[in-house]
């Protein structure tokens, strides 16, 4: 039986002696020394074509033709929500009951010119973003053999970029969800608002599944910093306007709103965050145990994290 190299994700018992080996595959990762080459969003466990021209374990008989329409249709549907929504917050000049006798504009186009300042619009747009260099990136790893492949530092901006963004705009998405319909919502339901609130982390989920590129723990310092960059950004917008974009964080109310981004921050984004990252573990540690059971004498040669590297048996 070979055995395995020692790296941060070895599966031998350094994870805890008492696991099961399907456990320990799942912990592998947790058990890993925090490396700071995390923190610059480059690829080190497989080159970075395989980790973006294929899709991921479960969607494995897709082509990675399939793989990239199915990457543009994401794109190409958010896009489309994207227009809706911004539409959807904008008067139609035809329209004169969104206009007074004057012709100044009413609360209707007040709603427009404030379409930027909502989480919710903000985060729209990070994931349009986020899913076009998505795309861009698996075209250029199937199809433009101009870049090098490789890992570390061989790993392309446009994959590093997409790679920073994901985990922005998975909890982004998810937040927008949560807080929505836990703290604003207010009937009746708007088809724009369902979509806008709902369907964008579905997409982002989706694309979740499909992708190879690996999570870490030391990752939420994206979605946190986008959070906090948010809240700053809605306490200036109080200092400069005295009013308020979302009443829950009405700053008028320091000490209540300061809870609430305490718990937001320190409470929220952390929980969420460790419930994708076992969502991830638990694909790879499918993914690991179904090749290894197929198989008792070898470990699959690619896995969506960490190279699980055999050492050749001696000759």
């Known amino acids: 039986m070979a055995s395995l190299t020692g790296n941060e994700f070895d599966v031998t018992p350094n994870t805890c002696v008492a696991c099961c080996k399907p456990c320990r595959i799942f912990l592998a990762p947790v058990s890993g020394k925090c490396r700071t080459d995390h923190l610059f969003f480059r690829l080190h466990s497989m080159p970075w074509r395989t980790a973006y021209g294929k899709p991921a374990g479960w969607f494995r008989c897709c082509s990675p033709l399939a793989f990239l329409c199915t990457r543009a249709f994401l794109a190409a549907f958010w896009l489309a929500i994207s227009v809706w929504s ?19 504009a009413t609360r209707a186009p007040q709603g427009c010119t404030l379409w930027i300042t909502k989480l919710t619009h903000w985060t729209l747009l990070l994931e349009l973003i986020y899913l076009s260099f998505a795309v861009y990136s698996t075209a250029m790893a199937i199809y433009d053999s101009s870049v090098p492949d490789g890992v570390g530092k061989a790993t392309p901006w446009f994959i590093s970029v997409a790679y920073a963004m994901q985990p922005t705009v998975l909890i982004g998405s998810l937040l927008v969800f949560l807080l929505y319909w836990g703290l604003v919502y207010k009937p009746p339901l708007g088809a724009t608002t369902a979509f806008t609130h709902g369907a964008n982390f579905v997409v982002m989920l989706i694309d979740f599944i499909l992708v190879r590129n690996p999570l870490y723990l030391s990752h939420i310092f994206m979605p946190m910093a986008y959070a906090l960059v948010y809240l700053l950004f809605t306490l200036l917008f109080y200092a400069a306007t005295g009013d308020y974009i979302y009443k829950a964080l009405d700053w008028s109310n320091p000490s209540g709103t300061g809870r609430l981004v305490a718990l937001i921050l320190f409470l929220g984004i952390p929980i969420l965050w460790i419930l994708l990252y076992c969502i991830f573990l638990g694909r790879r540690c499918h993914l690991v145990s179904t090749s290894t059971s197929r198989s008792s004498d070898q470990l699959p040669k690619e896995t ?7 050492v050749p048996p001696p000759v």
């Open 304 to 310: 969506e994290v960490a190279a699980l590297q055999l």
């Open 86 to 104: 911004l539409a959807a917050s904008c008067p139609d000049e035809t329209d004169e009951s969104v206009w007074n006798a004057t012709g100044t």
